[in-house]
């Protein structure tokens, strides 16, 4: 879900564009979860834990983390076609700082896979890869969270502001 809402960021939603079409953009994320979930699957199904020292990664493993970089590639040709579009400086800083941070996101993923099988021993590799994920995680979240704190988004968002009044239980509801 995360991924799907930094592509649709990189795709202008509520900083370039009010409205963006869904029909591709939702088959691709619907494709790109079932996959994963498929193929985690039957990586789960198929190796025992127990009697499996896996050096390598496995081809499940291989194919998802492609997808993510099918994927990447996908979500800086959005950022770069939403900066073109862009006439605000405010807002082609914010599309050049989100294709920065959420490009690096994307391709942490990928990289620490293959630096963990290489070069962890197989005994730390779950518990490495699992804090390496975490904490990228947990950093990406909290930039997101900056990027689109409510107080910076009158300069970067296309929204409408409310005017609240003294009692807001005679405002109608089409107002708010």
């Known amino acids: ?30 494709a790109y979860s079932l996959v994963d979930v498929g193929l985690t699957t039957a990586r789960l199904i198929t190796t025992d834990p127990v009697t499996t020292v896996d050096d390598s990664l496995s081809w499940q493993t291989l194919v998802v983390l492609g997808l993510r970089l099918v994927i990447l590639l996908w979500f800086l040709y959005e950022i770069h076609l939403s900066y073109l579009q862009e006439a605000q400086p405010s807002r082609q800083q914010f599309y050049m700082v989100m294709g920065g941070v959420y490009g690096l996101w994307f391709l942490y993923l990928p990289v620490a896979a293959v630096v963990v099988s290489q070069l962890v021993p197989p005994l730390w590799q779950y518990r490495t890869y699992t804090g390496i994920t975490v ?8 930039v997101l969270a900056y990027l689109l704190w409510p107080s910076r ?24």
């Open 1 to 30: 879900m995360f991924m799907a809402l930094l592509l649709l960021l990189g795709r202008g939603w509520t900083v370039t564009k009010v409205h963006v079409e869904h029909k591709a953009f939702l088959a691709v994320i619907v």
């Open 153 to 176: 988004g009158v300069a970067s968002y296309r929204y409408s502001r409310i005017h609240m009044d003294d009692d807001l239980s005679l405002l109608d509801y089409d107002s708010i």
């Open 135 to 142: 904490t990228a995680d947990f950093l990406s979240y909290a």
